[in-house]
């Protein structure tokens, strides 16, 4: 009799025992097309950047985001009328944001640059020979320069002057499990790989929930042979999403709905949850992967944070909100974080990407700006309005990334006056959109470890 209950324990200890393994022996050492490794990062991330990170977010610069949720899907008939109660974003009421972000100066950076504005229109208009422009010539000149920032956008960013957009406080509507799974989670992120991460549709994705798959294991044989034969470009977008996605599964698992009776809500880790998404054997060996994808996502991102900040060195440039004590101590704060990026010792060298013929390189470059553009697009089909809100904001955060890493030129050219017209310019839902996203995969890395701890207490 007692063989018979030593037997099952000793097999529900060696389960659990391997449990930390599964998730995490192949998520260590150096990564792919890097000369980084995931224990730099972890110590960098945990250690240095993630407390420094959290704070800066929490002001409110970064707390409102000014979102369009309304946005009809652009691809195919999908309902806005989530039935899930999670699923609910509150939007704020106007006294709630600062009135420096309400207000609509020509300049929300700052107030010596919108005074600055005003003067010379007002210079202008008192001593200049009439040259009054057309309504038609003044509306070409708008679609020009609308057409010149469209252009070296990667993600769409919603008309902050539009009706529809509101201000959305990111504290007050965390990321967080909210029940939204399903065959309509799974088309989102079925589009995503399967028609914009240039793969052909005989070549079967590992562990894809809307297709039968007889042998998951010969299809990943095949999927990463394919992929391994693609160029470094095409290799790092599919990484890119494939990090996100699996930065997205984290959140979820580590604000988990733990408990919902009548008198609470608990969210916290939920352990079976991750290991679901992340197990080898569980995932036919596609979780560890999913994991380091995690990294190197971490590492693009840093590195478009550290080669950004003489765009936010420049005097003329503040987290305006109208406070201008608050806003100059979190403009400290701001450059102290991007500092301290800059120091990371194993940057990801961009120089590798687009290094060829100087035509495909360009074509190259513009198919993966679109890609990543009808992504960001697809953000607007989510069914959930909390987890479009948090998609809308990390995919813009990822394609402002990637519009910084390949505006080096622009970035280098920026005028040393303010006087001058900038080469390169961020608008304040792309700067609250690039910092939040980048929180969002720092909190990923950083969740990481508190997995690991769980995983090892279940032992």
Not at 66 to 86: H, I, M, Q, Y
Not at 270 to 289: A, I
């Amino acid at each position: 009799m007692k063989l018979v209950v030593i037997v099952p324990l000793l097999l529900l200890l060696e389960v659990s025992g391997y449990a930390e393994c599964r998730c995490f022996c192949q998520v260590t050492g150096d990564l792919d097309d890097c000369t980084c490794d995931v224990e730099t990062i972890d110590r960098f991330n945990n250690d240095q950047l993630f407390p420094k990170l959290q704070s800066l977010l929490e002001s409110d610069y970064f707390r409102f985001y000014k979102v369009n949720l309304n946005k009809p899907c652009p691809f195919w008939t999908a309902s806005n009328e989530c039935g899930l109660r999670d699923c609910a974003v509150q939007p704020c009421s106007p006294n709630e944001v600062p009135e420096g972000l309400r207000s609509a100066p020509h300049n929300k950076y700052s107030a010596e640059a919108n005074e600055q504005q005003d003067e010379c229109e007002k210079a202008k208009h008192l001593g200049a020979v009439d040259v009054s422009l057309s309504a038609e010539t003044r509306e070409a000149l708008l679609d020009w320069n609308k057409y010149d920032d469209e252009a070296e956008r990667f993600c769409v960013v919603d008309d902050e002057e539009s009706p529809d957009s509101q201000y959305v406080d990111l504290l007050l509507n965390p990321e967080r499990f909210t029940g939204y799974k399903g065959p309509e989670a799974w088309q989102i992120w079925n589009s995503i790989y399967e028609e914009n991460c240039f793969k052909p549709y005989t070549i079967k994705r590992p562990l894809n929930p809307t297709s039968f798959q007889s042998s998951p294991g010969s299809e990943a044989r095949t999927f990463y042979s394919w992929l391994e034969g693609q160029c470094v470009e095409k290799r790092a977008f599919f990484r890119l999403v494939s990090g996100l996605h699996a930065s997205i599964n984290i959140h979820l698992s580590a604000r988990y709905l733990l408990d919902d009776s009548w008198f609470q809500k608990k969210w916290g880790h939920n352990v079976s949850e991750f290991r679901q998404r992340f197990d080898s054997e569980l995932t036919v060996g596609e979780g560890p992967k999913r994991l380091r994808n995690l990294y190197f996502l971490y590492l693009i991102e840093l590195r478009a944070l550290a080669k950004v900040l003489p765009f936010f060195q420049q005097s003329s440039f503040q987290l305006y909100t109208g406070r201008p004590e608050e806003d100059q101590k979190h403009k400290e704060q701001l450059l102290d974080i991007l500092q301290l990026a800059r120091s990371f010792p194993l940057h990801f060298d961009e120089a590798s990407l687009f290094a060829g013929d100087e035509k495909e390189a360009a074509k190259l470059k513009e198919d993966i700006r679109l890609a990543f553009l009808n992504i960001s697009r697809i953000m607007d089909c989510v069914g959930c309005f909390k987890c479009r809100l948090w998609g809308k904001l990390q995919t813009q955060g990822l394609g402002t990334a990637l519009k910084i890493l390949f505006s080096e030129r622009q970035i280098e050219a920026l005028p040393k006056s303010s006087n001058q017209r900038p080469s390169f310019q961020l608008s304040r839902q792309e700067i609250v959109s690039l910092f939040n996203a980048f929180g969002r995969i720092s909190t990923s890395v950083r969740e990481l470890k508190n997995f690991r701890v769980l995983l090892a207490e279940e032992q």
